[in-house]
């Protein structure tokens, strides 16, 4: 079993960062891989960015391909997403789910064993 918890959404300007954290417990989190995903209000939930268990690959979409890094910190078991240049359109409600047999390339929210409850992120245009 793999908990995770996500921290550091909040309400930020068009154009201004933030930095989520996907805090992974449970004997086994450290050798999944992970992604992040999002939805918005009336929308499905959609893939954002995974990392591969040992963090050497990592995958964009392309909305936020160019201005989000995603990357593990695993001396704390923690995967963190750093999102730039914010918009209007990437207001949502971010999640982390961990994969356990995939290289975090992985798109499909059913591919993903467990998921945080999400942290809502809101970018004022």
């Known amino acids: 079993q793999v908990q995770l918890v996500e921290s550091g959404g909040g309400l930020v300007q068009a154009g201004g960062s933030l930095r989520l954290s996907c805090a992974a417990s449970?004997?086994?989190?450290?050798?999944?891989?992970m992604g992040w995903f999002r939805q918005a209000p009336g929308k499905e939930r959609e893939f954002v960015a995974g990392i591969s268990w040992t963090g050497a690959s990592t995958f964009y979409a392309d909305p936020v391909k160019g201005r989000s890094t995603i990357s593990r910190e695993s001396a704390k078991n923690t995967v963190v997403l750093q999102m730039n240049s914010l918009k209007a359109e990437d207001t949502a409600v971010y999640y982390c789910?961990?994969?356990?047999w995939g290289d975090g390339s992985k798109s499909e929210v059913r591919w993903y064993d467990y998921w945080g409850q999400g942290t809502q992120v809101t970018v004022s245009s």
């Open positions: 449970g004997r086994t989190a450290r050798t999944y891989a």
């Open positions: 789910a961990a994969d356990s």
